[in-house]
């Protein structure tokens, strides 16, 4: 199975930029063990700007997801937890709801691009979508199937690179 790690796509420098997010709650407790801990639900102030597109996708400070994005999900019947996290522009009134998506993660696993080369063997994943954690980022990994079905619905903000996933040495 092809795997892809979501990146940052041209349209996500028009999303909904978070201000004052730090503190709100710990983002080290965006996990399968540690999801009790998040509010269920946040609001966040975002900077007032003419040129905000609420994108289905945000990748900063943490990933968000659009409700759209969430139902895809869970049409792969994945496990996928979530907190409600609502958007607010207060200059302009607008609001979006957004989800905090916790899913399985792994540090058995290291990504690689597929121009890279590297030994070990490639490992096949039952699943089609879940976190890739290494020393530096979680990395989100979905399957071919689950980005089909999201570019086909016309998802913004979805940047792709297509990876290798190998058990960790």
Sequence with gaps: MK??????APELKYA??????YGKFDV????????PKLPKRQ??????SEKTIYTDFILFPFLLLSFKVINVIKMYREICFYRDVILLDQISGKSELYHLPVFDETNKLF????????SGEE???D???FWVRDSLKRHTI????LAESLIRRGVTGLGIREVDLFMSE
């Excluded at 909904?16 to 997010?21: A, K, V």
């Excluded at 609001?43 to 007032?48: A, Q, R, S």
């Design 3 to 8: 795997y892809f790690e979501i990146q940052d």
């Design 16 to 21: 909904p930029r978070l201000e004052q997010w």
């Design 28 to 35: 080290r407790d965006i996990g399968i063990s540690t999801f």
């Design 43 to 48: 609001l966040f102030i975002i900077e007032p």
């Design 111 to 118: 990504v690689r691009e597929k121009r890279e080369t590297r």
């Design 123 to 125: 490992v096949y994943v």
């Design 127 to 129: 699943k089609h979508i």
């Design 142 to 145: 979905i399957s071919l199937d």
